[in-house]
Every structure is written in C-alpha cells, then in structure tokens.
C-alpha cells in the first residue's frame, strides 16, 4: 500500500469511529451508564424505590431523591436540563427548580454529606 491509500483509509476509519461516538452519545448508550448509576446510587442512600423515584410522585422525601438526582447529573456531566429531564419525563423547568431548591438544602451539612457521598460512589468503576 502505497501512502496516498494508508492517508485515506485512516480518515475513513478516524470518520466511520466519529459517527459511531456521535450515535452512542445521541442515543443515550454513554449517558446511561452514568445515569442508572446514579439513579442505583441515589435509591440506595435514600432508601426510595426507582419507580418512584422516576414517577411523578411529588412526596417530599421522593422529591428530595429526584433532586439529587438532577443535581449530581446536572453538575457531573455534559447533560443539559432539558436532557436531564428528559431522562425523568420532566421538562427542564422542573429540573431547574429541583436544582433550586437542593441548592438550600445542601447548606445542611449532612445533607451535603449524603450528596458528595452518592456522587463519589456514582464515579466509581
């Protein structure tokens, strides 16, 4: 193989590995990964199940788990509201407004603690 074909099979390997990282990322398969970690993670320290966790249920300690949820996912990763929320069958305002109302709560310091915890434990392998 002459250098010219070396040069224009690596871009096509480089462009078909491109495309292949965009639909992944596009269709979720990387984000879930973190996601239902977080969500494991999140249901586990809260002691709250994930139906309702994903639910609209709007019980204050249920509320509070969803929060976090938004809250590690919201400043852990690349998502945006409205794909954060998405992931909740929620719009972006009440991810907006779960982030607001966490930011009071973590003045709490064993709130914060809990939080920093399940965020610890969302990043590990």
Same mark, same amino acid.
């Given at each position: ?31 879930? %990964? ?28 249920? @509320? ?5 949820? @938004? ?15 998405? @992931? @909740? ?12 109302? %966490? ?23």
């Amino acid at each position: 193989m002459n250098t010219a074909n070396l040069i224009t099979e690596r871009k096509t390997i480089i462009t078909r590995l491109s495309v292949i990282d965009k639909k992944l990322h596009k269709n979720g398969y990387v984000a879930d %990964i973190s996601l239902n970690k977080v969500i494991d993670n999140v249901c586990l320290y809260c002691q709250v199940d994930r139906d309702d966790l994903m639910d609209k249920n709007r019980e204050d300690h249920i @509320f509070k788990a969803r929060a976090i949820c @938004f809250y590690i996912l919201r400043y852990n990763s690349d998502h945006a509201l409205k794909r954060i929320g998405h @992931f @909740f069958d929620k719009d972006h305002a009440t991810v907006l407004h779960g982030l607001k109302r %966490i930011e009071e709560w973590l003045l709490n310091d064993k709130f914060k603690q809990l939080v920093e915890d399940i965020t610890l434990k969302s990043k590990e392998y």
